[in-house]
């Protein structure tokens, strides 16, 4: 992204490229590009790309704002309150508040991509049937990818003890290692959480496309070695590692 300073305005000018900018996994196959936001100035609307693995799909939901979509990649099913709609590339969608609907891939074997647009900063997402409302500029699901839509990927789960009273330095140390991983070929996710019930235990979860990248690339790597520098001096004992292959998501 590049700032463009401007004389007649108290905001920057930007340019915006996707490429270059962090993806957030939604869950179900669902990676979304946050674009423009209130973090650049934007005062009225929203908007970002969502990349839909092949045969994704997003469950029904409503916004508490009007919304435009428009297909930039592939092809695409959308349910708008309940009749489905068949979309080609720039086909583009326009909702209004409230309005319960979905977009699914209609590709078994390619990606489809969306440009979206939020009438508000303050767009929500509300899930049909629940009472479960976020904010569409903070949303990310919970779990890491499970399938590139051509392998199912290897889930690396790591258990950290950490000696206690080190939590902050650990932290801060932990939130340095993040462009090492990112270097790592093949890694698609890193995610680190505190135990609640046991405050000096973290689980690390890093997602990959395969168990090799991991055993045979990374921990070969300069990377890996600085990881370790970073990670040591904070461990109460060492990691206890372990790998999963998805087998079933079930929602």
């Known amino acids: 992204m590049t ?21 957030k996994y939604r869950g179900n196959g669902a990676a979304t590009v946050p ?73 078994d074997t390619e990606p489809m991509k969306i440009f979206w647009t939020y009438a508000s900063i303050d767009a929500t ?20 990818p499970v399938t590139d839509g051509n392998h199912h990927l290897i889930q690396e789960i790591a258990t950290l003890t950490i000696t ?30 505190r135990t609640i019930e046991a405050p000096d235990e973290y689980t690390l979860t890093i997602a990959r496309k395969t168990i090799e990248i991991h055993s045979g690339g990374f921990r070969e790597s300069p990377e890996f070695q600085q990881w370790r520098k970073l990670l040591g001096p904070h461990l109460e004992e060492p990691p206890r590692v372990k790998h999963l292959e998805h087998v079933y998501l079930g929602f």
Not at 5 to 19: M, Q, Y
Not at 136 to 143: I, K, M, Y
């Open 125 to 144: 997402r509300t899930i049909a049937g629940t009472t479960e409302r976020n904010r569409v500029d903070e949303e990310q699901a919970n779990q890491p």
């Open 164 to 193: 206690p009273g080190a939590e902050a330095e650990f932290e801060a140390a932990a939130t340095k290692a993040v462009p090492l991983f990112q270097k790592a070929q093949g890694a698609l996710s890193w995610r680190l959480d």
């Open 35 to 107: 674009l423009v936001g209130a973090h650049l100035g934007a005062t009225t609307f929203l908007n970002g790309i969502t990349t839909f693995e092949p045969g994704a799909v997003i469950a029904h939901h409503s916004h508490n704002c009007v919304e435009s979509v428009a297909v930039i990649e592939g092809t695409a099913w959308v349910d708008i309150d309940g009749t489905e709609h068949y979309l080609n590339t720039y086909d583009t969608t326009f909702v209004p508040a409230n309005i319960v609907h979905r977009f699914r891939n209609a590709s």
């Open 3 to 23: 700032h463009i300073s401007t004389n007649i305005s108290s905001v920057d000018a930007a340019i915006l490229r996707p490429a270059e900018l962090p993806s």
